[in-house]
């Protein structure tokens, strides 16, 4: 069975175009979504694939209705071939029931693999700088220095109320209240 599946981001766009190719090409069924390619809970998308058996195929008008990322296409590609449903898109000629369409699928799933891989080394790249830079801690420094702590303190042992001690020191009432839980008196960690 061939099983249709349509996408559009807002309201105001029109669904015909992508009804009418999946019609065109055979499909039986054809659910679709009002939603953002890169929102997970899509329930035509769960009902496309709930209704997909193996030997089915599931055809969209164009790879990226089924989702933005890369990431995803391949994650849903691979659990359509674990279960034996193949993918076809219509434009851009990828029908994974082909050898042809396989090879290109597979090599656009290795250009992805090789993109998170690079996400992650830059990432790993980005912490090292990051800790050369600002020592062994993880994370930005506290903007309420020894010598903030220090006015703090004086103020609330004068008998300042909190909120306008972190007002004079200029930090917000959320990390004068983590340095100072209980709103006085020795700093916290």
Same mark, same amino acid.
């Not at 009804?19 to 998308?45: N, W």
């Not at 303190?153 to 004068?158: G, N, Q, T």
């Not at 006085?184 to 960690?189: L, S, V």
């Given at each position: 069975?061939?099983?249709?599946?349509?996408?559009?981001?807002?309201?105001?766009?029109?669904?015909?175009?992508?009804?009418?190719?999946?019609?065109? #090409?055979?499909?039986?069924?054809?659910?679709? =979504? !009002?939603?953002?390619?890169? *929102?997970? @809970? $899509?329930? &035509?998308? +769960?009902? #496309?694939?709930?209704?997909?058996?193996?030997? =089915? !195929?599931?055809?969209?008008? *164009?790879? @990226? $209705?089924? &989702?933005? +990322?890369?990431?995803?296409?391949?994650?849903?590609?691979? =659990?359509?071939?674990?279960?034996?449903?193949?993918? $076809?898109?219509?434009?851009?000629?990828?029908?994974?029931?082909?050898?042809?369409?396989?090879?290109?699928?597979?090599?656009?799933?290795?250009?992805?693999?090789?993109?998170?891989?690079?996400?992650?080394?830059?990432?790993?790249?980005?912490?090292?700088?990051?800790?050369?830079?600002?020592?062994?801690?993880?994370?930005?420094?506290?903007?309420?220095?020894?010598?903030?702590?220090?006015?703090?303190?004086?103020?609330?042992?004068?008998?300042?109320?909190?909120?306008?001690?972190?007002?004079?020191?200029?930090?917000?009432?959320?990390?004068?209240?983590?340095?100072?839980?209980?709103?006085?008196?020795?700093?916290?960690?």
């Amino acid at each position: 069975m061939l099983i249709g599946y349509a996408r559009v981001s807002t309201s105001d766009q029109n669904l015909t175009l992508q009804m009418d190719a999946p019609t065109a #090409a055979g499909c039986e069924r054809i659910c679709s =979504d !009002t939603a953002s390619g890169a *929102k997970a @809970d $899509r329930p &035509g998308l +769960s009902e #496309a694939l709930n209704v997909a058996r193996r030997g =089915d !195929t599931l055809v969209v008008w *164009k790879l @990226d $209705r089924l &989702g933005r +990322s890369m990431k995803g296409l391949v994650e849903l590609a691979a =659990d359509l071939a674990t279960r034996g449903i193949e993918l $076809r898109s219509l434009t851009d000629g990828i029908d994974t029931a082909t050898p042809t369409g396989r090879l290109l699928f597979h090599i656009l799933a290795s250009i992805a693999e090789m993109e998170r891989e690079l996400i992650r080394e830059r990432t790993m790249a980005g912490l090292l700088a990051a800790r050369r830079k600002n020592g062994p801690g993880r994370g930005r420094r506290s903007v309420l220095t020894p010598k903030k702590r220090a006015t703090a303190m004086k103020l609330l042992a004068a008998g300042d109320r909190p909120r306008d001690v972190a007002e004079a020191i200029g930090v917000s009432v959320a990390t004068f209240y983590r340095h100072f839980p209980a709103g006085g008196g020795e700093p916290g960690t």
